[in-house]
């Protein structure tokens, strides 16, 4: 069975600081893994995923995350945060390496401080 | 990407009665929807996968009488919440995908309400 741990419930970073969320997979066969950024009461928006290929894998916003299969890794980082930023972000992985049925982790609430 | 509209946004009824939530794909044509039950300050949970013109198959726990839903065609599914409680009362979003292999399209999002 796969599954996600995200580590963080709540990071609070300051404006142009480093963002890293961390996240760590469980699966049994090469997965696909999802970010997914969520803002007050709106629905999904993916930031990025990796599915094959390079590891290091550049989303919208300024998000990037490298998939690092020795670690189990997929931890979202951005250089600089904008107070845009501030959502909660949800690490994900698929079933079967396919992109559907997708298990979520349970969420890192990202605050940025002016 | 392709878009995912789901109606409504916001709903609230009172305790006892049905709602039912919709899941339209725009664009494309899904042969999976998935919905998804977020409690508050908690990660998505997975209720149950529909496939276009058969029956939806539901994750351990979810009630299927309760939860009834509906793909009646390649870009609508229907959720109807029966008999509402108050524990009832969540944020459902739905995704939409053309197969294994091709990205799922998640909706907005519903508030369902129940008072």
């Known amino acids: 069975a796969q599954s996600v741990t995200q580590l963080g419930s709540h990071v609070s970073v300051s404006e142009g600081a480093l963002v890293l969320l961390r996240c760590n997979y469980s699966?049994?066969?090469?997965?696909?893994l999802f970010w997914y950024v969520q803002y007050p009461n709106q629905g999904l928006q993916l930031l990025l995923k990796y599915t094959t290929g390079a590891t290091l894998v550049k989303g919208i916003n300024g998000f990037e995350a490298e998939f690092k299969k020795s670690e189990t890794s997929f931890h979202l980082t951005k250089p600089s945060a904008h107070m845009s930023d501030a959502a909660e972000y949800f690490c994900a992985v698929s079933e079967a390496g396919g992109y559907q049925k997708v298990t979520f982790g349970t969420g890192t609430k990202l605050q940025v401080i002016p | 990407g392709a878009v995912v509209s789901q109606h409504p946004s916001r709903v609230i009824c009172k305790s006892g009665t049905s709602v039912k939530i919709e899941c339209r794909s725009l664009?494309?044509?899904?042969?999976?929807m998935f919905w998804y039950r977020q409690f508050p300050k908690q990660s998505l949970m997975l209720m149950a996968t529909?496939?276009?013109?058969?029956?939806?198959?539901?994750e351990q726990g979810v009630e299927k009488d309760k939860f009834l839903i509906n793909h009646a065609s390649l870009t609508l599914s229907t959720l109807t919440v029966t008999s509402a409680h108050p524990e009832d009362s969540s944020f459902y979003i739905c995704s939409a995908g053309q197969g294994k292999n091709n990205e799922a399209f998640f909706g907005q999002g519903t508030r369902l309400t129940v008072v």
């Open positions: 529909s496939n276009e013109g058969s029956k939806a198959t539901y």
């Open positions: 699966s049994s066969v090469p997965p696909y």
């Open positions: 664009d494309f044509q899904a042969t999976t």
